[in-house]
Each structure stands twice: as C-alpha cells, then as structure tokens.
T-cell receptor
Framework: DAKTTQPPSMDCAEGRAANLPCNHS???????VYWYRQIHSQGPQYIIH???NNETNEMASLIITEDRKSSTLILPHATLRDTAVYYC???????FGTGTRLQVTL | SQTIHQWPATLVQPVGSPLSLECTVE??????LYWYRQAAGRGLQLLFY??????ISSEVPQNLSASRPQDRQFILSSKKLLLSDSGFYLC???????????FGNGTRLTVT
C-alpha cells in the first residue's frame, strides 16, 4: 500500500497561493491520489483527486509529477476559511495520516 | 443529491456500557460504507468497511463491531466500552473503487 508523507504544518498569507506538497513514492500505477481537508470538529471534505494528469476544479488544482511520486495541492487565493488540516491519501487502504495543518493569516 | 446522516453528534458514556452509532446514506444505491475513528490530534484510523449488506471487513481488531442490516445503513457497536474507545467517529460512503469518500459530521464519544 502506498504511504504518503506531508509536512506537519504550513503558513500562508491570505490572498496568496497555498502550495501543499505530498510525497507518495510507492504509489502503484493504477492508484489515484486524493486530497481532503478537515476543519476543526467536522468530517473531512473531499477536495480533488487525480491519476496522472493535472486536475482543476472550483476549489483547487492538483499537480502530479510525471513519475507520480509526489503531488502538490494548490489553493490559488487562500482565505481565512481555508485554515484546516489537509490530507493526501492514495486509494488502496484509505489510510489518513496526520496531514498538513495549514494556517492562513492576515 | 446524496446525503449522509450520523447521530448522535456527541455522546458521553460510562465505561462498560454498550454503544450503538448509526449512519444512513440517502440518494444512492449500494454504496461502500466506512467507519473511521480519530483520536485527539491524530489522523483517521479506518475501523470497518462494507461493500454490501452483511459484508463487513475489519481493519483493526478491537472492542468494536459493525453491521450493515440494510443497503444504506451502517451501525457501529460495542458491548462494553473502554476508556480507549473515546474519540471522534466518522462514517463515510463512496460509490465504486475510485470515487472519493464523503463523510458525515461525526460523533464525538467520550467514555468516562
């Protein structure tokens, strides 16, 4: 099963882009990468997922490296409401680590 | 549209008492259903998942059990709670192997 590694915390100024990295060097060829976020005391919210190509939706963009060993979630214009814990997981065992705590500041 | 309901939102139970948490999904058929637990300050631990009625897979052997009596109903139970069962319990659903998880709002259980 592919494990993921994320930095424990990051800061971002409001209005700037937040770039959250994730390492998944053992990912297999048919495993998707999923990103979720969890605001305090709520259930995780799905953000975006991808297999090989970069993806974009109304919430974020997902950049996956060509070798698929890492990815970056981009929040193009972070707001205070984006402060949350962000989880990167692969599909195989649906295991969530401790994620990255993103703090958006004024 | 699909919705997921979990109740209760909070629960305080004494050690040794039974537990029953219920989760229901609306607006979809034959979903995959999941129970997760999150200890304070920790990540989410997958406890059980189900791909159909009566089909339960356990990820972590422990004091808890799960049942799926109906297609869109998932129940988490315990006969005797332990202090270590305290945590935030989350139910989730998905459709198909590659679709994302959709979580409920969770139940915060405190065992005293």
């Amino acid at each position: 099963d592919a494990k993921t590694t994320q930095p424990p915390s990051m800061d971002c100024a409001e209005g700037r882009a937040a770039n959250l990295p994730c390492n998944h060097s053992t990912i297999s060829g048919n495993e998707y990468v999923y990103w979720y976020r969890q605001i305090h005391s709520q259930g995780p919210q799905y953000i975006i997922h991808g297999l090989k190509n970069n993806e974009t939706n109304e919430m974020a963009s997902l950049i996956i490296t060509e070798d698929r060993k890492s990815s970056t979630l981009i929040l193009p214009h972070a707001t205070l409401r984006d402060t949350a814990v962000y989880y990167c997981i692969t599909a195989s065992k649906l295991t969530f680590g401790t994620g990255t705590r993103l703090q958006v500041t004024l | 549209s699909q919705t997921i309901h979990q109740w209760p939102a909070t629960l305080v139970q004494p050690v040794g008492s039974p537990l029953s948490l219920e989760c229901t999904v609306e607006g979809t058929s034959n979903p995959n259903l999941y129970w997760y637990r999150q200890a304070a300050g920790r990540g989410l631990q997958l406890l059980f998942y189900s791909v159909g009625i009566g089909q339960i897979s356990s990820e972590v052997p422990q004091n808890l059990s799960a049942s799926r009596p109906q297609d869109r109903q998932f129940i988490l139970s315990s006969k005797k709670l332990l202090l270590s069962d305290s945590g935030f319990y989350l139910c989730a659903w998905s459709v198909g192997r590659e679709s994302p998880l959709h979580f409920g709002n969770g139940t915060r259980l405190t065992v005293t």
